[in-house]
């Protein structure tokens, strides 16, 4: 399967741990993208990696998050010392740089439950 | 700021039955539209996208057409099966002068569709 893949599925933290997800988008994409979804909601924009370089970060993500593309190909999102508020679903996307920009094809999402 | 607005749900249907999910959005410049669909436990997938004015995007028998005048792209089926059943996000995406132009996308709050049998 060559579709968008992300890990864990689901993961369910204490407040104030820190935790890691992963999106391993299409091979050939160059353009990376993290969302959040609360429920209820639809995805917010987190922030946009064109290979290894992030070039745009939302307000939404604070201090206690960052991500990284460290090789232009898989990419990671931290939390650090996680609140309630954090729990939420987690998408990964990808697209081409050229070719058809506009569709990003999206992963499964990582579900964070913070108790 | 760029913003989409979708009717709220659940909308629910009997099989065979016309649906209209409306959408309608603020945007500066000139937006490319789309409607995702998230089907329970899987990912948003992209259902249909129209990129100007007076486009038609059409996948699935689903249909949109891009209405500039009522900044609209409503989203219709003629006939909708119990496999519909999913939640409909109407997006868009507007040309960016920033990162050579990088397509991030504006959701809607989503919409649930239920069919009945």
């Known amino acids: 399967d060559t579709g968008v893949s992300q890990d864990p599925r689901h993961k369910i933290t204490k407040r104030g741990q820190n935790v890691t997800f992963r999106c391993d988008p299409i091979s050939e994409h160059n353009r990376l993208y993290w969302y959040r979804q609360t429920l209820g909601q639809g995805p917010e924009f987190l922030t946009y990696f064109q290979n290894e370089a992030q070039l745009e970060k939302s307000r939404l993500l604070s201090d206690r998050f960052s991500a990284e593309r460290p090789k232009g190909s898989f990419s990671t999102l931290e939390i650090q010392r996680t609140e309630q508020g954090d729990s939420a679903m987690y998408l990964c996307?990808?697209?081409?740089?050229?070719?058809?920009?506009?569709?990003?094809?999206f992963g499964p999402g990582t579900r964070l439950t913070v108790t | 700021g760029d913003s989409v607005t979708q009717m709220e749900g659940p909308v629910t249907l009997s099989e065979e039955a016309f649906l209209t999910i409306n959408c309608t959005y603020t945007a500066t410049g000139y937006p490319s539209l789309f409607w995702y669909v998230q089907y329970p436990g899987e990912g948003l997938q992209l259902l249909l996208k129209?990129?100007?004015?007076?486009d038609k995007g059409s996948n699935k028998g689903f249909e949109a057409t891009y209405r500039k005048e009522t900044t609209s792209f409503h989203l219709e089926k003629g006939s909708v099966q119990v496999s519909d059943s999913a939640v409909y996000f109407c997006?868009?995406?507007?040309?960016?002068?920033?990162?050579?132009?990088?397509?991030?996308?504006?959701f809607g709050a989503g919409t649930r569709l239920a069919v009945h049998p």
């Open positions: 129209a990129t100007k004015a007076d």
């Open positions: 996307a990808s697209s081409l740089l050229t070719g058809t920009p506009y569709e990003q094809y």
């Open positions: 997006a868009l995406k507007t040309r960016s002068d920033l990162s050579g132009g990088y397509n991030k996308l504006i």
